[in-house]
């Protein structure tokens, strides 16, 4: 598993990027609709949902594969139900962050079990974006009845902190020794 996430760094890459551009979109478009809101997310959801899918087979890690079949099934009833995800968005957000946040702490646990030692100096990166996703669910919790634009921008600023951190783990990945 380890020398496999080595080898596909770029698929976690690709989906810090794709959270990145969804962050600076949310800033940049905030006073848009909530179906537009909606659909953006939706968008960002599902690809997200398919690079992690596609990093858990690749890597043959059963929680980095249900991190990305919660993501992507969130996504695809969002885009394409928006009417009921417009309803129901603040839940969908946090029911995600929530399940993507328990999955990437056990992610990150189950890396720091398989390399007992200082192999694997940038686990704590996966560890603080499950974190990061646990306090975004708390956020919109507390905030689901917000005026769009801050709504937007906690939204935002969430998925540029997490695709930033997703950055940083790719990148640092590259760089660890191989196991076998």
Known sequence: MFDQLIN???????????AVVFGIMAFLAP????????????IFAMADGFF??????????LALFLE???GGAVGIVTYFFPAAAVMWFAYLVVA???LTGVLELAGAYSLRRVVNGPLARGEWLLAASGVLSLVFAGAVTAMASAP????????????LLSGA???ALSFNSRHWPRTV
């Open 165 to 167: 951190l997703l950055l």
């Open 96 to 98: 995600w962050a929530l």
């Open 52 to 61: 992690t899918i596609g990093a858990g087979l690749a890597t043959n890690w």
């Open 68 to 70: 990305g079949v919660v």
């Open 148 to 159: 769009l634009t801050p709504f937007m921008w906690t939204i935002g600023g969430y998925a």
């Open 31 to 42: 006073a848009k609709t909530l179906v537009f809101l909606v659909s953006l997310f939706g």
């Open 8 to 18: 596909r760094w770029w698929i976690i890459a690709a989906r810090g990027i794709v």
